[in-house]
């Protein structure tokens, strides 16, 4: 069960946003009162939009070796199990902060801070930007990602299906990256 602290809302026009500070996870996501992302059902998945960080997967056996000593973490890292600062808020952003401390560094022995924000910036769009620093000496190794999840078929969609929809880009993508299996491990 994820519990909610209060949330940090942002509107513009018809659309609004709100923001958990734990974990600095968007929660919900509406316009024209029009609720876009996935609301938590704990029988299939109770989160909504957790930030994956230090690590995106799994570790093998939850436990690996790194230059500073061993990382112990569950599934996509440490971010989204701890309250995030507010560092900045405006009529139409918001910016969380997560810096190391005694416990993160159990976990992941590197100084770091995670920056958070989201802004409106338009009617029609919520921008989720991601700064991470590194405030140690050493190199740190990380990765960063999102795992939003929305509605589909989408509020007030008539004789829609899941399998109707299809996710486009602007232009096409190209990468090399290792896949993540079932186990969550690449």
Same mark, same amino acid.
């Given at each position: 069960?994820?519990? /909610? ?16 500070? /734990? ?34 997967? *799994? ?25 995030? *600062? ?101």
């Amino acid at each position: 069960e994820v519990l /909610m602290s209060e949330l940090i809302s942002l509107n513009m026009g018809n659309l609004t946003a709100a923001v958990d500070p /734990m974990g600095a996870q968007l929660c919900s996501l509406k316009l024209n009162q029009n609720e876009y992302l996935w609301q938590g059902n704990p029988a299939f998945w109770s989160r909504r939009a957790p930030i994956l960080f230090p690590i995106v997967g *799994s570790l093998r056996n939850g436990r690996a070796e790194s230059a500073q000593g061993p990382c112990t973490m569950g599934r996509h890292g440490i971010a989204r199990n701890y309250e995030h *600062s507010i560092e900045s808020r405006d009529e139409f952003s918001v910016t969380f902060k997560l810096a190391s401390n005694k416990e993160t560094l159990e976990a992941y022995p590197f100084r770091f801070t995670l920056k958070t924000t989201y802004s409106l910036v338009s009617e029609r769009t919520l921008s989720q930007t991601f700064c991470v620093a590194n405030d140690g000496s050493v190199p740190m190794p990380f990765c960063i990602g999102g795992h939003p999840a929305f509605n589909v078929p989408v509020p007030g969609a008539v004789d829609e299906s899941f399998e109707d929809y299809v996710l486009k880009f602007e232009k096409p993508w190209s990468c090399m990256l290792p896949t993540i299996g079932d186990d969550g491990l690449m």
